[in-house]
């Protein structure tokens, strides 16, 4: 049994030991932007604030440690945004010995592509917010009601709604990868095109703001990158026909 044990560690060993230091690695970068997140807190709301602009509504802080609660949110949240890519660098860099390098490369430019689309769709959800809750700020005051929103809730609802209209632009790149491995095919795609569709409504009435007008909006982009990659993935196939062919020529 010993014998057994001593033969884990030693084809293991390195492994873990690999591991351990880039998890440790994670959990460091992790605090710091998490200390760094709580402290610069204020400027961050301010930040937002100033950039939502609401007219006729007042951002109010509704308890004395109301403020603090807020920033551990805020830190926790810029701490797994900034940790997320630098986690995913690791897990590269963690298989790239395992990998042949045209592997490793195709594995390592998802990368910057996850979080261009990821930032994409927390844009668009940032901007789609603001017309939403400008609208809807707009109809209460047309109906007599004074707008004095909770910080916390306020701030909230715009991270998550953003972050997941952020996860949900990952899709392209996620049935990408699953056409390269042949998990799916093209036309499984183009015949469960309204299923797709289908799911990307419900997932977005999700999300605030609930009326119906902000829910196309939403919809449209993600339903666009449904098509161009199905489109890609024609294009890129006929693209490797077409050099197949030239080689046997």
Do not use: C
């Amino acid at each position: 049994m010993a014998g057994k044990i001593d033969k884990i560690i030693k084809d293991y060993g390195p492994y873990l030991n690999d591991i351990w230091r880039r998890v440790y690695h994670i959990a460091i970068f992790f605090i710091v932007i998490f200390i760094t997140g709580f402290f610069g807190a204020g400027h961050v709301i301010k930040l937002f604030i100033n950039a939502f602009n609401l007219k006729d509504v007042v951002i109010a802080v509704t308890s004395p440690l109301q403020f603090l609660d807020v920033s551990v949110d805020i830190a926790l949240f810029l701490a797994i945004f900034a940790t997320t890519p630098f986690a995913l660098y690791q897990f590269y860099a963690f298989l790239k010995p395992a990998v042949s390098h045209r592997e490793f490369k195709a594995l390592f430019w998802t990368l910057p592509l996850s979080f261009f689309l990821f930032a994409l769709g927390f844009a668009y959800g940032f901007f789609t917010l603001y017309w939403g809750l400008q609208m809807l700020a707009s109809l209460n005051v047309s109906f007599g009601l004074q707008n004095i929103w909770d910080i916390g809730l306020f701030l909230s609802q715009l991270a998550i709604t953003a972050a997941l209209l952020g996860v949900l632009f990952q899709f392209p790149l996620i049935m990408s990868i699953f056409l390269k491995f042949n998990i799916v095919t093209r036309q499984f795609l183009v015949q469960k095109r309204r299923v797709a569709y289908a799911f990307i409504v419900v997932i977005v009435s999700l999300l605030p703001p609930t009326d119906g007008v902000s829910l196309i909006i939403m919809s449209v982009p993600l339903v666009a990158l449904y098509e161009l990659t199905i489109l890609y993935d024609r294009l890129t196939n006929r693209h490797r026909v077409f050099l197949v062919e030239e080689e046997k020529k």
